[in-house]
């Protein structure tokens, strides 16, 4: 069940060129039981009314040595672009301060197949949204997770927290100043395109910009391939009460427009009606 939490902010520094921040928050019952793609909002102050939506990210536990770590998790980060007046008061933030943070909210997280080759597709800052799955993919599986990593430049590009000689990293950018000179779905074509060859089931996993994500599901659909993705909408109360987050989907009821607050926010591919998305 989501509530409300006071979280002790544990660190929060810039970690790309491009307005790119991480923040640690300490509040035990969010880590324990946020699942892969699930969120919290932060009542951000100053001229914000409406609870700005982040998407939690790897988990901490609580004691550590060297590169081991035990016990139940505690504290969990988010990357966040400073975007508009709720960011910038968030990256205001100091350590040892206190957010007012509800959560975790979302009614279906990314659903780990532990029999398919994970590709996880991310747009820029919509890596964040990826991070706690590719998490729980190395903790629950013995597979080896591609993760493409597509941003604009190399001044967007941050590195990952997640360590693991199992994760296959796969960097691009537009204009090849870091890694590959390509679109992340330009690699995703590539990859899949090899997995076919070899007769192996692939799940995609993706988070990023609308183009991005149309692209993904178009590529995807065109080699009957599944596809999960992460929708984000203007979030208001985030429990399903105000109708705010809504996005047109097949379901055949009212719920046509669904929120992503309570049913998402992840979805099938099949489930959206992309032709029918405001932007
Ligand atoms: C489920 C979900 C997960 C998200 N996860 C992340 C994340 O991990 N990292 C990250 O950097 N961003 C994430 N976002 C987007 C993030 O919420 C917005 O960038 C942030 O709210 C901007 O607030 P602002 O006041 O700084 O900017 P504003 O000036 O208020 O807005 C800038 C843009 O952010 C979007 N936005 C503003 N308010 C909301 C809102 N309440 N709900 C959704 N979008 C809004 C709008 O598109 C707007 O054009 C997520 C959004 C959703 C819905
Ligand atoms: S934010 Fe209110 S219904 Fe989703």
Redesign the pocket.
């Known amino acids: 069940m989501p509530d409300c939490f006071d979280a002790t902010v544990l660190e929060n520094k810039q970690v790309a060129a491009e307005k790119i921040w991480r923040m640690k928050l300490w509040c035990p019952k969010i880590a324990r039981e946020a699942l892969p793609g699930q ?1 919290i909002t932060i009542k ?1 102050e100053g001229s ?1 009314f ?6 939690v ?1 790897l988990v901490k536990k609580k004691r550590r040595l060297l590169l081991f770590s035990w016990g139940e998790p505690c504290s969990f980060f ?11 008061w968030m990256s205001q933030r100091q350590k040892g301060e206190e957010m007012d943070v509800f959560g975790p909210l ?1 009614g279906r997280g990314f659903i780990v197949y532990p029999h398919h080759q994970a590709i996880l597709v991310a747009g820029g ?1 919509g890596l ?2 990826l991070l706690r799955l590719g998490q729980a993919i190395l903790a629950e599986t013995k597979t080896r997770p591609i993760l493409i990593f597509g941003v604009k430049d190399s001044r967007a590009f941050f590195a990952l927290p997640l360590r693991s000689r199992r994760l296959n990293l796969q960097i691009c950018t537009e204009d090849g100043s870091l890694g590959t000179k390509a679109k992340a779905t330009e690699c995703l074509e590539a990859a899949l395109e090899e997995y076919r060859k070899q007769g192996t089931p692939v799940m995609v996993y993706a988070v990023g910009p609308r183009a991005m994500l149309r692209e993904t599901a178009k590529i995807t659909r065109e080699r009957e391939t599944p596809c999960q993705v ?1 929708m ?5 109360c985030g429990i399903g009460v105000c109708l705010g ?1 809504t996005v047109p989907t097949t379901r055949n009821d009212w719920l046509k427009h669904t929120p ?1 607050c309570t049913y998402g ?1 992840m979805f099938w591919r099949h489930e959206i009606e992309w032709q029918n998305l405001r932007y």
């Open positions: 969120f951000c914000t409406l609870r700005r939506p982040f998407s990210g988010i990357h966040y672009k400073v975007v508009g007046p709720g960011t910038t979302g800052i964040a949204g992460l984000e909408e203007m979030v208001g987050c992503i926010p």
